[in-house]
């Protein structure tokens, strides 16, 4: 067990809907990241925040968003969902910024149907 | 046996051999590398890092080597178990961000 939790474990829902996902990171972590993770894609970085900020962005689309709550828990919205979106999505956390072991949690499997 | 050389998406292993894992890194200026090992249905999980100061580190029957000249990381298992089963990432920091390699599926013989 990573100690990062991930809801809900799956998702399944139509295109053009809205869905949240929650990540609580490790005790003691400031960073959170999420990466999607598809079988073209591979692992992709999507965006990370340190402390309640964002800090650096990958390849994330504009239809989607997240945010770090004051209690360092973090959830990402995906909006307009289309089926290209079904994927494991991945939050991790890390103590500090950078160079940082980053620890992973269970994923959440998104179907978009 | 073992599998040295060019990145492979899969790797077939006889239990109790060791197993080589290679990985082709893009950034020159990465200075920070880690392993990750990934089971069926679960998140990556850390196996060892290593800074580009380093050309070797070792573990828990684990070794990663770093070649800087060429880009080039490569996992280590000995004795590789049924347990080591799964798809390995190679993952390199550059400007906070975390890139991962494609990964090779392992699978264990018995």
């Known amino acids: 067990d990573s100690g990062v939790t991930q809801t809900p474990k799956h998702l399944i829902t139509a295109t053009g809907q809205r869905v949240t996902l929650r990540c609580s990171p490790r005790?003691?972590?400031?960073?959170v990241y999420w990466y999607q993770q598809s079988l073209d894609q591979g692992l992709q970085f999507l965006i990370q925040?340190?402390?309640?900020?964002?800090?650096a962005k990958g390849n994330i689309l504009e239809r989607f968003s997240a945010q770090q709550f004051p209690d360092l828990h973090s959830e990402l919205n995906l909006s307009s969902l289309e089926l290209g979106d079904s994927a494991l999505y991945f939050c991790?956390?890390?103590?500090?910024?950078?160079?940082?072991?980053?620890?992973f949690g269970a994923g959440t499997r998104l179907s978009v149907l | 046996g073992e599998s040295v050389g060019l990145h492979l998406p899969t790797l077939s292993v006889q239990e109790g051999d060791n197993s080589i894992i290679n990985c082709a890194y893009s950034?020159?200026?990465?200075?920070?590398f880690i392993w990750y090992k990934q089971e069926s249905g679960k998140g990556p999980q850390f196996i060892i890092d290593?800074?580009?100061?380093?050309d070797k580190r070792q573990g828990q029957r684990v070794t990663v080597l770093l070649n800087k000249t060429v880009k080039h990381l490569s996992l280590q298992i000995a004795a590789t178990q049924p347990g080591d089963s799964a798809v390995y990432f190679c993952?390199?920091?550059?400007?906070?961000?975390?890139?991962f390699g494609a990964g090779t599926t392992v699978t264990v013989r018995a």
């Open positions: 925040y340190y402390n309640g900020e964002e800090r």
């Open positions: 991790a956390s890390s103590v500090g910024l950078a160079e940082n072991i980053q620890y």
């Open positions: 993952a390199e920091i550059n400007d906070y961000k975390l890139s």
């Open positions: 950034n020159s200026a990465s200075d920070y």
């Open positions: 290593i800074r580009s100061n380093m």
């Open positions: 005790s003691g972590d400031l960073s």
